[in-house]
């Protein structure tokens, strides 16, 4: 039995996926810079410090909220905003793991 979904649930899945998916390739790319890549290995503690920090503070966790605070602020095509919504809740989940380590190893988040 074939059960067809309204566009409103459609939109939902498809932001959804595409938000959680590019938060999973972006999470990837981060981690082959910061640990697999010979280039990063041989920059000065400085330089490492430096790109390290650039790329924790700009995670797809912000990418995800403003996208999310941008719906609720403009007005668009419905659909549009619902895709936008959930596309940044799909960034927002993906990268709350890293999100809450980058908060620890700053020290504003307690272990626990």
Same mark, same amino acid.
């Not at 990418?63 to 602020?73: H, N, P, Q, R, V």
């Given at each position: 039995?074939?059960?067809?979904?309204?566009?409103?649930?459609?939109?939902?899945?498809?932001?959804? @996926?595409?938000?959680?998916?590019?938060?999973? @390739?972006?999470?990837?790319?981060?981690?082959?810079?910061?640990?697999?890549?010979?280039?990063?290995?041989?920059?000065?503690?400085?330089?490492?410090?430096?790109?390290?920090?650039?790329?924790?503070?700009?995670?797809?966790?912000?990418?995800?909220?403003?996208?999310?605070?941008?719906?609720?602020?403009?007005?668009?095509?419905?659909?549009?905003?619902?895709?936008?919504?959930?596309?940044?809740?799909?960034?927002?989940?993906?990268?709350?793991?890293?999100?809450?380590?980058?908060?620890?190893?700053?020290?504003?988040?307690?272990?626990?």
């Amino acid at each position: 039995m074939l059960v067809r979904l309204d566009a409103l649930t459609l939109a939902q899945i498809l932001g959804f @996926s595409i938000g959680f998916l590019y938060g999973e @390739s972006f999470r990837r790319w981060d981690y082959m810079i910061k640990y697999k890549t010979r280039w990063y290995r041989r920059l000065s503690p400085w330089w490492r410090w430096f790109i390290s920090s650039l790329l924790d503070t700009q995670h797809h966790f912000q990418y995800g909220l403003a996208l999310m605070l941008l719906t609720e602020i403009l007005e668009w095509n419905p659909l549009v905003e619902i895709v936008l919504y959930w596309l940044g809740l799909g960034l927002v989940l993906s990268d709350w793991k890293d999100y809450r380590r980058v908060l620890k190893r700053m020290g504003l988040v307690r272990e626990g």
